[in-house]
């Protein structure tokens, strides 16, 4: 589960976006950090890379 700062990176990926503007939106978060973080989720396959972009795979709960 996610919290705090991962909780909110991965949330801007709900739409394609670039590592550039993730690291401005989160400028607390290194490079590698972001990098590295970014990674570990595309290798759980909860997100997307295409070439520079990435995009949150997960869709949320259907509540019934």
């Not at 739409?15 to 550039?20: A, C, L, N, R």
């Not at 993730?22 to 070439?51: H, I, M």
């Given at each position: 589960?996610?919290?705090?700062?991962?909780?909110?990176?991965?949330?801007?990926?709900?739409?394609?976006?670039?590592?550039?503007?993730?690291l401005?939106?989160?400028?607390s978060?290194t490079e590698?950090?972001?990098?590295?973080?970014?990674?570990?989720?595309?290798?759980?396959?909860?997100?997307?890379?295409?070439?520079?972009?990435?995009?949150?795979l997960a869709?949320?709960?259907?509540?019934?």
């Amino acid at each position: 589960r996610l919290t705090a700062t991962s909780k909110e990176i991965y949330l801007a990926c709900e739409t394609p976006v670039t590592i550039k503007s993730l690291l401005g939106r989160f400028n607390s978060v290194t490079e590698k950090a972001l990098r590295t973080f970014l990674a570990d989720l595309e290798r759980k396959k909860l997100v997307f890379r295409d070439q520079k972009t990435y995009l949150a795979l997960a869709v949320p709960e259907i509540q019934k």
